[in-house]
Structures are given as structure tokens and as C-alpha cells.
């Protein structure tokens, strides 16, 4: 498939955009090592605070292990309803107190669908390593395919110990000798926010599980228990934030991750994803309190349509029973403060088909191609332009002998 690559300088634009968070508000640092802010569209940095450096993650990891898990019931490596048999080493860390535990017990099987709750919504260790041998597979290999998985997503700065995120020496009978007793899992605050962004990307009925504030597990046939969301920011709860409907993500806390935190909530018709680390002060719950200052600078930001040139609204297609079809982009703004800033637009447009041009048939509101806004001033999290759907406003049908000759 040929693919047409169109770049359009435009001139200097008058926007109320740029001076994002990351420069305006740079004297107000957020109170934690690392944390970012994003776009989960379009992948734009709202914010940023040390967001390259390597650091324990703890549970957070627990996102890599379901992204695999996904991965494997979309290729019906397992399914849903895969009954996973609990080993001893493993009920020996889900009976123990001092751990993430909802008390899964040896020799019993659950669910994937009931594993995967219990480690999205409780942050289960044990339930999570269970997890991880789903299909068979011992935690040496297991994580080779979070290793695989992290490269492919664009994770750049990790370390992958196991699937849970404690420390190699936390593991008990399951510990690997080639890992020192401290080593746990680590990533940088942007690779946190690449891996969100693609689970909600990729897999968004996740969310339907992450926004339970509590969800009921059988840990025997007839013994149930009732595990509380480890999220304290969903709606009605006590670090909830007004103007913004928090449904995910996931909480981590070790010794030396300290509290931390990624959530996704939607403002204004925007997904966001907010990415703490080691947040400082008293208690688990600084994490959220962190993560409120992230949106709350949301309140000094707003979106900017982009000024498109003409042309770009109808583009020629090839073998159709006309010469040109009707487009449009869908949602083509950019985030930024109140400051009147100047700056320039590159765009481009990314056409598949013969020639260069839509091939036909093409569907009404169907995606041909992307557009692609790139600025000195706006800055993604895996350093792209920023990339917007192009779509059809019309339906072109093939057409017949001479208009294929001719078009």
C-alpha cells in the first residue's frame, strides 16, 4: 500500500496554548519524585516532574502483567473462564498480612475474570502471581513476555523482576536466585504513562473493572469476601476530584517506591492520565493528594481548536464513482494555559490508497488516514506529533468501468 505524506507549513499562530504546565507552573512542583500528566488521546505532556528517571513502581507493575493477560485471552491463549489451579508458594503469599492479600488458598482454582479483578481492584499479590501462571508459564517466563510486552508498547527505562512488583526477597519460595533480595521491578514516570495509555488504548473495558469500589471474591464455595478499592479518588470517595470522574487506575507502595499512583479520569470530555511516584508526606494517601494538585492545574488550562488550511477538507480517491471525497478531522485541538504565546504548526497528512489517493470504496466516517500536528511548544509522551484521526463525512462506492479509467 502506497502511503502520501503531505507537509504543510503554517504561519505563526496567535493560540491561547502554549506555556504548558511544565513551564507556567514550574515553581509549583507537585510534592513527589517524579509525576506527569497526559492526554491519553493524543499522548500531549500537560505536566512533567522528573519523568525520565528510573523508580520502583511496586504494584504499579501489575498494569505490565494484565497487558500481557489481555494479550493472551485476545488470542485465546486462554479465556475469561480459564480455571488457574493456587500453588502453595502462592497461598503463602496470599495468606500473608503484611501483603497486598485477599487470601487465595492452595489448591483451589479460580477464574482469570476473577483473578484479574482481585488484582486490579484489591491489588492482590497472590491473585496476581496466580494470574501470571495462567497459561502454564513459571515467573522466569512470564517475565520474559513482560519484557517483550514492555518493548512493545515503547516502555524505554525498566526493570522486570516479577509480575507483582515486590521485592525479589518478598517472593519466598518463590524468589529467583539471579536477583539480589532488594531487586524490584522499576520504570520512569513517561513509561508509566505510556503503559495507562495503551491498556486504555488497546483493552478500555478494563476501566469497567478499575472504576469498582469494591467488588465481592469467593476465596472457597462457600466463603466470600468483600474487597475494597486500594483507589481513594473514585467518585463519592474521599479524594475524589470535582470537575473530574475518576475511573482507574492503580495504586503501588513499597519501602522504596513510597505511595504511589496512576489514574485516568475524563475532564470535560478529556481522558487524562496522572502518573505520581514516591509522593511525598505522611501515609499512603499523600499519593492522592499529589494527584489532586496534578488536576487541579487542569483548572488553568484549556483546548484550542487548530486552524486547518482548506484543502485539507476533501481529499481524491482512486477507482470511485467520483474524483474526491469530503473529510474531517475528529477533535483537532491542543492543551495549554491562558498566556497568548505564538508558534508555528507543521501538519501532516498520511493518505493510503493507489497513487496517493483513497482507495474506494470508502465508508462514511471511516478513518482514512491521520493527521499529524507537530510544534516546538507541544511535547507527547513517546515524542510523536501529535496524531489526529482522519475520517469520510460521505460514503464514495466504487465505481464502474470508465470511472475507474478516469479516476
Not at 498494569?63 to 493456587?86: F, G, P, S, W
Not at 499512583?261 to 475532564?267: A, D, I, P, Q, R
Request: hydrophobic share 40%; proline share 3%.
Amino acid at each position: 500500500m502506497n502511503v502520501r505524506k503531505i507537509l504543510v507549513l503554517i504561519m505563526i499562530l496567535p493560540l491561547m496554548l502554549a506555556g504548558i504546565a511544565t513551564d507556567a507552573m514550574a515553581s509549583d512542583r507537585i510534592n513527589a519524585r517524579a509525576a506527569v500528566m497526559i492526554d491519553a488521546s493524543t499522548g500531549q505532556v500537560l505536566y512533567e516532574q522528573n519523568a525520565n528517571q528510573k523508580l520502583p513502581v511496586a504494584s504499579i507493575s501489575k498494569l505490565l502483567t494484565v497487558a500481557v493477560i489481555h494479550d493472551e485471552l485476545k488470542q485465546r491463549v486462554i479465556t475469561a473462564d480459564t480455571k488457574v489451579n493456587v500453588s502453595s508458594d502462592v497461598a503463602a503469599i496470599a495468606s500473608d498480612p503484611s501483603y497486598s492479600a485477599i487470601g487465595v488458598q492452595a489448591g483451589q482454582a479460580y477464574t482469570v475474570r476473577e483473578l484479574l479483578n482481585a488484582a486490579m481492584v484489591k491489588s492482590a499479590d497472590g491473585a496476581t502471581l496466580a494470574l501470571a501462571g495462567a497459561d502454564g508459564s513459571n515467573m522466569e517466563e512470564f517475565n520474559l513476555k513482560m519484557d517483550q510486552k514492555a518493548r512493545e508498547i515503547g516502555l524505554r527505562n525498566f526493570t522486570i523482576v516479577n509480575p507483582v512488583g515486590l521485592t525479589n526477597g518478598d517472593l519466598k519460595g518463590l524468589k529467583l536466585e539471579q536477583y539480589a533480595d532488594n531487586a524490584e521491578n522499576a520504570m520512569t514516570a513517561n513509561d508509566v504513562a505510556r503503559l495507562a495509555r495503551y491498556l486504555i488504548q488497546t483493552y478500555p473495558d478494563l476501566l469497567q473493572v478499575t472504576a469498582q469500589r469494591s467488588a465481592n471474591f469467593y476465596i472457597a464455595k462457600d466463603k466470600a469476601t468483600k474487597a475494597e478499592n486500594l483507589n481513594k479518588m473514585l467518585p463519592g470517595d474521599r479524594y475524589a476530584v470535582s470537575g473530574v470522574k475518576i475511573d482507574g487506575l492503580k495504586t503501588g507502595t513499597s519501602a522504596a517506591a513510597g505511595p504511589s499512583f496512576v489514574s485516568t479520569g475524563l475532564y470535560r470530555g478529556h481522558r487524562v492520565i496522572t502518573v505520581v511516584l514516591h509522593a511525598n508526606g505522611a501515609g499512603g494517601d499523600a499519593r492522592f493528594i499529589a494527584t489532586q494538585q496534578l488536576y487541579d492545574r487542569l483548572k488553568h488550562m484549556k483546548t484550542e481548536q487548530i486552524a486547518l488550511p482548506h484543502w485539507l477538507y476533501r481529499q481524491q480517491v482512486a477507482n470511485g464513482t467520483q474524483r474526491t471525497v469530503a473529510v474531517k478531522p475528529h477533535q483537532v485541538s491542543v492543551w495549554g494555559n491562558k498566556t497568548v504565546k505564538n508558534y508555528s504548526l507543521a501538519v501532516k497528512l498520511n493518505c493510503h490508497g493507489r497513487n496517493g489517493k483513497v482507495l474506494a470504496p470508502v465508508g462514511a466516517d471511516e478513518r482514512i488516514g491521520n493527521l499529524e500536528v507537530a510544534s516546538h511548544d507541544v511535547r507527547t509522551v513517546d515524542g510523536e506529533p501529535l496524531t489526529y484521526g482522519l475520517y469520510s463525512s460521505e460514503h464514495v462506492p466504487v465505481g464502474n468501468f470508465w470511472q475507474r479509467l478516469w479516476h
